[in-house]
């Protein structure tokens, strides 16, 4: 946790943390997904994500306002790619038990949506937004290792914002979000991309982020811009 604190970009640190932590949930979370109707038909297909969501051609060509085209603004904005956290994932694979290939499958869906919860939870990459999804991440799947990176994220954060942030209200918020909305692994992936932004954000009952955005206007009056919330008040030059 540590050294996760130290480098948010450290994402492999984050696979440690659930690996230790999160005890018998991932099996649950699996079997409350294969005896779902989605989660049957998906096993069915069993589609790999990374090639499909890293293939920005296509997604450019669907409509303005969908899903696909915010998650590529997204994706290129942050200089991401779905391959890039397949590669961090695959440093901790010797570490991780002995799963069969459909709990592998539904590892890998869980880990190559992550940045497309980011899109439709409205939860940016800065370290708020990311403790903030975790939270919300933990309400669509429980885990212990999830939420305790979330809450200790907060915990950290706390120490170098204004009170009136009320960081706390954003941890809560992604947990109650994330418990509230519809089961996005289960989604048809490519299918929800065609899908208008705020359509499919209202199919799956998203509620906004209200706090999390309220902690980055409060930021900003104090001259926190959002990549600068979290790191140690030494670190960063407030704005004039």
């Known amino acids: 946790m540590q050294n996760l604190i130290a480098d948010k970009e450290d994402t492999e640190q984050v696979f440690h943390i659930i690996e230790s932590l999160n005890g018998r949930s991932f099996e649950k979370n699996f079997h409350a997904f294969a005896e779902s109707e989605e989660g049957k038909a998906l096993l069915a297909k069993r589609e790999y994500l990374p090639p499909m969501l890293d293939d920005h051609d296509w997604i450019r060509a669907l409509p303005k306002g969908t899903v696909g085209h915010a998650y590529v603004d997204f994706m290129e904005r942050e200089g991401l790619t779905a391959q890039g956290l397949v590669d961090e994932s695959e440093k901790f694979r010797g570490a991780v038990r002995d799963f069969d290939d459909d709990y592998y499958w539904f590892g890998n869906r869980l880990r190559d949506t992550h940045d497309l919860f980011h899109v439709l939870s409205g939860y940016g990459r800065d370290a708020l937004g990311e403790a903030s999804l975790l939270a919300f991440t933990y309400g669509q799947n429980p885990g212990l290792g999830v939420i305790f990176i979330s809450y200790m994220g907060c915990r950290q954060i706390m120490k170098s914002v204004p009170k009136e942030a009320r960081i706390m209200d954003c941890f809560r918020e992604g947990k109650r979000n994330g418990a509230a909305a519809s089961r996005i ?56």
């Open 185 to 240: 692994v289960r989604e048809d992936i490519i299918a929800l991309l065609h899908e208008p932004l705020d359509a499919a954000r209202a199919r799956l009952n998203i509620a906004k982020p209200v706090a999390y955005l309220h902690a980055l206007d409060v930021c900003a009056e104090k001259g926190l811009v959002a990549h600068q919330i979290g790191l140690d008040p030494n670190q960063v030059q407030v704005a004039a």
